[in-house]
């Protein structure tokens, strides 16, 4: 277990919907990166918070957006889903902006029908 | 940005056998290596990373080597079981973009009994 945790395990929603998928980090920890991992793309880095900013951007779509609360839990909104939005969302975190060593939650997996 | 690259995309290996999986890197500035182990349906986890002072890391029948002038780093699996079994994941970070992963494309290797 690798202290962060991520809610809900399994999404199923259809095309056009709006869904959240939640992350904690570990305790202490004040960065958090979503990452999306889907069968054609790999794993892919979408974007990165700080104690409560964004700090780095990857290719996220302009559909999806994020934040990071006071209490440092993070949430990544995925709105106007497509089919192709189906995969495998991960997020981790580090201590520091300078910590590398990034531990992984277990996923949300959601599937868009 | 930065690009990783990883070979091969499956391997097949007799228990006991030695494994070796390699990836390159385009970013001279990246300047941490970190090698992902993730089973099925599961969260990517760490097993061994290297940071670029530094040209060979071991850790038990784990070894990671990293060649910054080519830009290139392998991990090594040596007397391989078949717990090893797993898809393995290279990525590539700098600390001065905020240490988002670049990940490798993977690599399926199956150790067979």
């Known amino acids: 277990d690798s202290g962060v945790t991520q809610t809900p395990k399994h999404l199923i929603t259809a095309t056009g919907q709006r869904v959240t998928l939640r992350c904690s980090p570990r305790s202490g920890d004040l960065s958090v990166y979503w990452y999306q991992q889907s069968l054609d793309q790999g794993l892919q880095f979408l974007i990165q918070?700080?104690?409560?900013?964004?700090?780095a951007k990857g290719n996220i779509l302009e559909r999806f957006s994020a934040q990071q609360f006071p209490d440092l839990h993070s949430e990544l909104n995925l709105s106007s889903l497509e089919l192709g939005d189906s995969a495998l969302y991960f997020c981790?975190?580090?201590?520091?902006?300078?910590?590398?060593?990034?531990?992984f939650g277990p996923g949300t997996r959601l599937t868009v029908l | 940005g930065e690009n990783v690259e990883q070979h091969p995309s499956t391997l097949s290996v007799q228990e006991g056998d030695s494994a070796v999986i390699k990836c390159t890197y385009s970013d001279s500035a990246s300047n941490y290596f970190p090698w992902y182990k993730q089973e099925l349906g599961k969260r990517p986890q760490l097993i061994i990373d290297i940071r670029s002072n530094v040209g060979e890391k071991k850790d038990q029948r784990i070894a990671v080597t990293l060649n910054k002038t080519a830009k290139h780093f392998s991990l090594h699996i040596t007397e391989t079981q078949p717990e090893d079994s797993a898809v393995y994941f290279c990525?590539?970070?700098?600390?001065?973009?905020?240490?988002?992963?670049?990940f490798g494309g993977g690599t399926r290797v199956l150790v067979k009994p």
């Open positions: 918070y700080y104690n409560g900013e964004e700090r």
């Open positions: 990525a590539a970070s700098r600390s001065a973009a905020g240490n988002k992963l670049t």
């Open positions: 981790a975190s580090t201590r520091e902006l300078v910590t590398d060593t990034q531990y």
